[in-house]
């Protein structure tokens, strides 16, 4: 079983749907939890990061964390053709000296 | 805020040559860099988490005498390649890490090609 897994995809919504990212992660410890997206041939920004149960929102984008069944997702609203990018979830565990755990990234078309 | 740069962007070099790359953070200070490889349309690979003054920690199966990391300063660390070959040829990628958060800021990457 993989530390962080996530559907690869690929996800397709039209413009203007909501787009749901989802990730799952096998560690109990994980404490920080992150999304990133990354476009094709460039390096990956982040975007959202949240610590704790419950939602977090910024603009279109909302996290969702629930810890005990060690899920973590991300919705996109109002989805526009630019959200098309590979999304990577990534785990912190403390012990872990500071490297987040990344998933492999759903990929994410948002049709016109 | 938490501007990364890279550099060079892209490099093309002679089998059994060696490439600096050198990773920066411009307005912060990073106690931690990363550095990542990538290869065409897989997954993020972490090659070596490097800490200000010590010595890096390289992960499984990434060779440490040809991936040379250093991390002089608290805005600066470099990968040097050496005695590339061309399955070397890929997308490197740092990262750093303020000091507070586990929150990581990418660099552009830098696209290695090894003739």
């Known amino acids: 079983q993989k530390e962080v897994e996530q559907n690869s995809g690929p996800l397709s919504v039209p413009e203007g749907a909501i787009a749901s990212l989802n990730c799952t992660y096998s560690?109990?410890?994980?404490?920080?939890f992150f999304w990133y997206r990354q476009y094709s041939g460039k390096s990956p920004e982040l975007i959202m990061s949240i610590y704790s149960n419950g939602d977090k929102e910024d603009g279109r984008f909302t996290a969702q964390l629930n810890k005990a069944s060690q899920y973590v997702s991300l919705l996109i609203r109002d989805s526009q053709p630019s959200d098309s990018a590979t999304y990577l979830c990534a785990v912190n565990i403390k012990s872990n000296a500071g490297k987040s755990t990344f998933g492999d990234g759903t990929t994410l078309t948002v049709k016109p | 805020g938490a501007v990364v740069s890279q550099h060079p962007s892209r490099v093309i070099c002679k089998s059994g040559t060696s490439v600096k790359i050198e990773c920066r953070s411009l307005?912060?200070?990073?106690?931690?860099m990363f550095w990542y490889r990538q290869f065409p349309k897989q997954s993020l690979m972490l090659m070596a988490t490097s800490n200000e003054g010590s010595k890096a920690t390289y992960e499984q199966g990434v060779e440490k005498d040809k991936f040379l990391i250093n991390h002089a300063s608290l805005t600066l660390s470099t990968l040097t390649v050496t005695s590339a070959h061309p399955e070397d040829s890929s997308f490197y990628i740092c990262s750093a890490r303020p000091g507070a958060t586990y929150e990581q800021y990418f660099g552009p990457g830098t696209r290695l090609t090894v003739t």
């Open positions: 560690d109990r410890g994980s404490q920080s």
């Open positions: 307005d912060f200070q990073a106690t931690t």
